[in-house]
């Protein structure tokens, strides 16, 4: 089901950890599967005085393919200029892992939106401008939370009946 270097990094995670005083955080989950990541950014600047990812880590609560994602986006992110890392999809994850099996592909999306969450939160907590592109992910992502716990609100009434 998994290939060689899928199973590489859920064995042997890169950047597994969390980053005291993060720049950035970003948690993300999905409800049906269970999966939940949290990754965590520290910014520094490259030789061009441009913002970069310095350091990024994960913990990540999840399945085989949610691990080795959130092990490849770090390693994806790792250097990269916030614009750079906004640029990143769950195709560049795909193609680095080269391949995942199709009822997986979520983790993929999971770990870019743990990503944009992250670099979302260093933007905002510092007052700079959110690209418009990464609002709409965040906008989607806090929609999808709100259903969710609407949801988790209901059924917890529902079982005190």
Not at 6 to 15: D, E, T, W, Y
Not at 42 to 62: A, H, L, Q, R, S
Not at 82 to 92: E, P, T, V
């Amino acid at each position: 089901m998994y290939n060689k270097k899928v199973l590489q990094h859920f064995k042997s995670p890169h950047n597994f950890g969390k980053i005291q005083n993060a720049d950035g955080q970003g948690q993300v989950g999905n409800v049906v599967c269970g999966d939940v990541m949290n990754l965590y950014l520290k910014i520094g600047k490259n030789k061009k005085g441009e913002e970069i990812i310095e350091d990024v880590k994960f913990e990540t609560y999840g399945c085989v393919a949610a691990i080795a994602t959130s092990s490849i986006i770090t390693d994806l992110a790792k250097g990269k200029t916030i614009k750079q890392a906004i640029g990143l999809n769950k195709d560049s994850i795909i193609d680095t892992l080269e391949e995942l099996p199709a009822i997986k592909i979520h983790c993929s999306v999971l770990a870019i939106d743990a990503l944009n969450e992250a670099i979302y939160n260093y933007l905002h907590k510092n007052k700079r401008d959110i690209p418009k592109e990464l609002q709409k992910r965040h906008q989607r992502i806090e929609k999808e939370k709100q259903i969710i716990e609407k949801k988790y609100a209901d059924w917890i009434n529902s079982s005190k009946d």
